[in-house]
């Protein structure tokens, strides 16, 4: 869990010059090195009151973990979240409040519209199509007021996630709720209910699959419906997964023969 951590920490920067700045790079390679204590003293000794209620608070959870009264990943989640406001403390800039981010999001989105026009539709469902959701949740941030909401709530789950502030548990069912979310409002009324193909349709479809051309295959059913689009954003991420190795072969066939059978029970109508 603290590796995550270390890689946030690698990546913030401050704007201050001189003193300040050598300070941070010192607090900066304490918390990276895991020496939270020593980098919240340093910066005690160098004028921030504030952290002397950080200080407390870490000695009171490791005092506790010492004494069993809490388990190690309680502990290492106060442990980040205190590293975290050690953070924000060096560069107020930084910090953000939940009122703050309901704040901005209030003020990106009042320009915004409501909903997403055809166009939009079409260009999110192109990207949801090859579980590209990333890319999607970015673009339609900048298409609507509830494009914003998805990409504000999936940046926080993100941030809190690579802290170590959220189980991994919590992250996939929230991050599948905003997928899900998403995908009610660029898909219309009545997709991913079964449709009627033609019996050429059928054919050709049949055969990209009996060849394995799962790609070919799928753009070319998403062009006839996006009822088919769920088949193709799960072909995508398992190919991801089994590339990386977080599925097994077996996993992995079992899977596009139920990717497969969906596939025909949509066309059937």
């Known amino acids: 869990m603290f590796s995550k951590i270390s890689k ?6 401050g704007k201050d010059t001189g003193t300040t700045e050598e300070l941070k790079n010192q607090v900066r390679t304490l918390l990276a090195q895991g020496e939270l204590p020593e980098a919240i003293q340093l910066l005690v000794d160098a004028g921030y009151p504030s952290l002397i ?4 608070q870490w000695d ?8 069993r009264k809490i388990n190690a ?19 107020p800039s930084e910090q953000m409040t939940s009122k703050n981010r309901k704040k901005e999001s209030n003020q990106n989105s009042v320009n915004l519209p409501d909903g997403f026009t055809e166009d939009q539709r079409r260009q999110l469902i192109a990207l949801l199509a090859k579980n590209q959701w990333k890319q999607a949740l970015e673009s339609g941030k900048d298409f609507s007021k ?3 909401m998805f990409f504000t709530r999936n940046r926080q789950l993100e941030r809190d996630f690579n802290l170590g502030l959220v189980s ?14 998403l995908l009610s409002m660029v898909l219309p009324d009545g997709a991913g209910e079964p449709i009627k193909l033609t019996d050429a349709q059928k054919a ?9 051309k799962w790609p070919e295959a799928l753009e070319l059913a998403c062009g006839w419906s996006s009822a088919f689009l769920t088949c193709s954003s799960r072909y995508y991420a398992l190919e991801r997964d089994f590339h ?20 025909q029970r949509i066309g059937q109508g």
Do not use: C, W
């Open 73 to 91: 990943e309680t502990f290492n989640i106060t442990r980040n979240r205190i590293t975290y406001a050690v953070l924000e403390t060096m560069d």
């Open 168 to 181: 991994n548990e919590h992250h996939q069912r929230t991050l599948q709720q905003i997928k899900q979310a």
């Open 53 to 56: 209620l950080l200080k407390t």
């Open 244 to 263: 990386l190795g977080l599925v097994t072969p077996s996993d992995y066939d079992k899977t596009l023969k139920e990717i497969a059978k969906d596939i």
């Open 146 to 148: 509830e494009g914003l």
């Open 60 to 67: 009171n959870a490791h005092k506790q973990f010492e004494d």
């Open 8 to 13: 946030f920490i690698k990546g913030f920067s």
């Open 204 to 212: 050709k479809l049949h055969s990209l699959l009996e060849q394995k």
